[in-house]
């Protein structure tokens, strides 16, 4: 295996992994704190760094339909939320302009916004 290169973000409001503390998120890049995941309480950022995306899978969710990827940390391997890909109905969209750049992190938020 090479060199494991990770992103530092600067500041002192950083999100980072529980399990080994790898930055992944800015306060800055918050989107909201409503959802609600498998483990307790989510967060959905806009950005996200030092993570990797697992495999799509298509789940229903209370709002429909999803295409989704688990995403984990890039040092630990520990499973730090999910990744929307894919909303079959279009309305339900978790995006203000992008559906798959949004990350949602097991720390928490959801909003729904109907594409234009």
Known sequence: MG???LE???GSNVYTCRKCRAHLSK???LISKGFRGRTG???LFNFVVN???GPAQEK????GRHTT???FCKVCQSNVGWKYEHAVNDCLLYTSDAADDLLCVDLGGRRIIKKK
Do not use: C, G
């Not at 229903?60 to 709002?63: D, H, I, K, P, S």
């Open 41 to 43: 309480k989510a967060y």
């Open 60 to 63: 229903m969710l209370m709002t």
């Open 51 to 53: 993570i990797k995306a």
């Open 69 to 71: 990827r688990d995403i």
């Open 8 to 10: 530092y973000l600067e």
């Open 3 to 5: 060199k494991l290169f």
């Open 27 to 29: 306060y800055s890049e």
